[in-house]
Structures are given as structure tokens and as C-alpha cells.
């Protein structure tokens, strides 16, 4: 039965960091392409990185390319992201997504808020 366990969200101060932590089972990472979602206000989530099953990082969008970083432990069948220099518009739940043709799992999500 697959699962994903975000933690690490939290309340910081604009400027500062953060890293998520994804914690997979019942499937390999190396078998899904592994991505981190974020709901706003807004309706939807939106994508801001990922990483597939060989390990390549998929190009994030411009709002967060040069701050957010996505890894993976494969031991530890487990994703992270890493946010630095966090601001108020990134405030938001943040999603772990596994896809592969035909199947999709998400976590719970994990808030993430940024204010000072």
C-alpha cells in the first residue's frame, strides 16, 4: 500500500530555509518519478520540482528555480526539498507526488508558512 509522509513544514522568517522531507513506502522512488507540489489560496497545486526515477531533476519554474532544490536518499526511499531564501508568496501546503503510467499516489501535505 503506497505511502508518503511529508514533514519539516513550519513558520519562518522571510529569507530563511527550510527542507521538506518525503518519506516513501510500499514503493520505490527509483521506480516513480518523484515531484513536490504547493497549494496556495488558490485553487490547484502547482508544480516546483522534481526528479525521476534515474535521478534527473525535471527544470523547476522560474518563481522558484534558483531557491528550491530537490534530492532523494535512495536507501532511505525518501525526497527532500531544500528552500532557501524562502518569502511570503511561498507560503503554502506542500505535496509529495509519485507518478508512473497508469498510477499516482500524494501525501498529506505539510504547511509551510513565511512571515516575519
Known amino acids: 500500500q503506497p505511502q508518503l509522509v511529508e514533514s519539516g513544514g513550519g513558520l519562518v522568517q522571510p529569507g530563511g530555509s527550510l527542507t521538506l522531507t518525503c518519506v516513501v513506502s510500499?514503493?520505490?522512488?527509483?521506480?516513480?518519478?518523484m515531484s513536490w507540489y504547493r497549494q496556495t489560496s488558490g485553487p490547484g497545486r502547482a508544480p516546483v520540482a522534481g526528479?525521476?526515477?534515474?535521478?534527473?531533476?525535471?527544470p523547476s519554474p522560474d518563481s522558484v528555480k534558483d531557491r528550491f532544490i530537490i534530492s532523494r536518499d535512495v536507501p532511505k526511499n525518501t525526497i527532500y526539498l531544500q528552500m532557501n531564501n524562502l518569502q511570503p508568496e511561498d507560503t503554502a501546503v506542500y505535496y509529495c507526488?509519485?507518478?508512473?503510467?497508469?498510477?499516482?499516489?500524494w501525501g498529506q501535505g505539510t504547511q509551510v508558512t513565511v512571515s516575519s
Open positions: 510500499g514503493i520505490s522512488i527509483t521506480d516513480y518519478g
Open positions: 507526488n509519485a507518478r508512473r503510467t497508469g498510477y499516482e499516489h
Open positions: 526528479i525521476n526515477r534515474s535521478g534527473v531533476k525535471t
